[in-house]
């Protein structure tokens, strides 16, 4: 876990806008992803190609993921999105993001394509990640092998708008609740996804909430995911960033506390604490299930960059 790459925000950038482009390098977003699909319409998309490939190879993005999202499979662009923005900026992309995937043979297909890509124009085979949205009944149901179906794979994202049209669903509000209806109707399609990625053991990422002036709003829809464990969430305006950075970490006493976890499981197992398989940490008992579970909560705060403001003192004898 420790070597997770965050991904508490992911910023939105509709690649048939320049301006917002050179504006999203300097935004403290986790991570971008460079749109072609629908933020771009479809006179747009060409133009749209040739921005983003001129962005990516310009630099300037820090250490930020650098994503592409192109066209489904259904459409007549994708083999040209990846074409073009792989063949153009491949060294300087992180993974390609694939909307509305509805089974396994999608990713599979896009894995066959950048393999060739990535031969083709002698970058390492494997260098570009996939990141698969699950947005349709169907991708739902087909998720865990979705999950498996690629080594490439490095996220499995919700994507509420589509879904919600693929289903029927009645809302208001694109990603948030229905007021007359009494329970979560996204529980169980969260639920769904984060399974499946963690069976993967990739992560799992919250799509869009389209009320961008309603900070409030937002936080409530976030903190749910983030809740099940979810790992960031999609940001489609700046002032939601600061808000996805915040949620999707741990707060500093939940990441102080699991540092001590570790140290003091360590210790507690170690010739010189006895080599017990549990041990009190202040009034808490805690084992090899704490030490996991403290793990996950470590490798979250240490990819979002938070450091340590205690320190483990063993008890004396
Ligand atoms: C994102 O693509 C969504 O459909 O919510
Ligand atoms: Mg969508």
Request: aromatic share 6%; with cysteine; proline share 5%.
């Amino acid at each position: 876990m420790a070597e997770l790459r965050s991904r508490r925000s992911n910023l939105a950038v509709p690649g048939s806008n320049p301006r917002f482009l050179e504006k999203a390098k300097g935004l403290p977003a986790d991570q971008v992803f460079l749109d072609l699909e629908d933020a771009c319409a479809p006179l747009a998309k060409p133009g749209a190609r040739k921005n983003i490939v001129a962005a990516l190879n310009e630099g300037g993005w820090g250490e930020k993921i650098r994503t592409v999202r192109v066209n489904d499979w259904t459409t007549e662009w994708t083999f040209q999105d990846v074409i073009e923005v792989v063949g153009g900026a491949g060294a300087n992309l992180d993974c390609i993001m694939l909307p509305k995937v509805v089974d396994a043979g999608q990713v599979q297909a896009l894995d066959m394509l950048l393999t060739q890509i990535e031969k083709a124009n002698g970058f390492e085979v494997g260098k570009i990640g996939i990141e698969a949205q699950i947005e349709t009944a169907q991708g739902l149901i087909n998720v865990n092998q979705i999950a498996f179906a690629s080594p490439r794979i490095e996220t499995i994202i919700y994507g509420p708008a589509d879904f919600m049209a693929s289903i029927n669903m009645k809302s208001l509000v694109v990603g948030a609740l229905h007021p007359d209806y009494p329970g979560d109707p996204f529980h169980y399609i969260l639920m769904q996804i984060l399974m499946a990625a963690r069976a993967r053991g990739v992560q799992a990422i919250d799509g869009p909430f389209l009320q961008v002036r309603d900070v409030p709003a937002f936080e409530e829809v976030a903190k749910r995911s983030a809740m099940l464990g979810f790992d960031g969430k999609w940001v489609l305006h700046p002032g939601q960033i600061d808000a996805a950075n915040e949620i999707y970490a741990p707060s500093q006493e939940d990441y102080d506390h699991a540092e001590l976890i570790l140290d003091a499981y360590d210790w507690a197992t170690s010739e010189a604490g006895g080599k017990k398989g549990s041990a009190m940490l202040g009034d808490e008992m805690i084992d090899e299930a704490s030490r996991k579970m403290a793990l996950v909560i470590a490798g979250k705060g240490r990819a979002a960059g938070l450091s340590r403001t205690s320190s483990f003192t063993p008890p004396e004898e």
